[in-house]
């Protein structure tokens, strides 16, 4: 039985470092693609080099994940509704981690190496595959759009819980 009340400190840093880099990471996609202006390309290598660490913290968080306790969910939902809790932050992690994998493939092909932060460069193509480069452009702005709907609907059920059911889902959190 788990008496968990609180996601631990780590779990609870995790969620929030990383819901405020998905957004403004979404946030500077649209922006890129909207747009021709001379701050664009400094956008892009920005968001590419955040996107190397949003990979990382994917999988921090996951090895994370693995060692905490997380609170149990509310006693009286459905076997539906805990199906839908359960598979959408597993489909979110699965957003989280694909979503920097297809961008990296993306600039691969393009025969972009992306550089983040001067620390270091990811390696790309030595020459160009525009088709490939094209699929994974396609795939990243598919997966941008499944991860909107995703935060959003996670963002909507966590309200729900707070003012609707007014449980302690939300605090857990908190």
Avoid: C
Avoid at 60 to 79: C, E, Y
Avoid at 137 to 143: I, N
Avoid at 152 to 166: C, M, N
Wanted: hydrophobic letters at 60%; charged letters at 10%; glycine letters at 4%.
């Amino acid at each position: 039985m788990n008496n968990t009340q609180q996601f631990s400190l780590s779990m609870r840093l995790f969620h929030w470092a990383m819901a405020a880099l998905v957004i403004s990471m979404l946030a500077a996609g649209l922006l890129m693609v909207r747009s021709l202006e001379p701050w664009q390309l400094s956008i892009l290598t920005v968001h590419k080099a955040f996107g190397v660490v949003a990979a990382a913290l994917v999988i921090a968080r996951l090895m994370n994940r693995l060692f905490h306790q997380i609170p149990a969910l509310p006693g009286d939902l459905s076997s539906l509704q805990t199906f839908v809790a359960k598979a959408s932050h597993w489909l979110l992690y699965l957003l989280l981690f694909a979503m920097p994998i297809s961008g990296y493939l993306m600039q691969y092909f393009a025969g972009r190496p992306i550089d983040v932060f001067g620390w270091f460069r990811l390696p790309s193509a030595l020459t160009v595959n525009i088709e490939n480069y094209a699929i994974f452009r396609e795939l990243h702005g598919w997966l941008a759009i499944a991860l909107m709907a995703l935060v959003a609907l996670h963002v909507a059920a966590a309200l729900h819980h707070h003012f609707i059911r007014k449980d302690t889902v939300l605090k857990s959190m908190l």
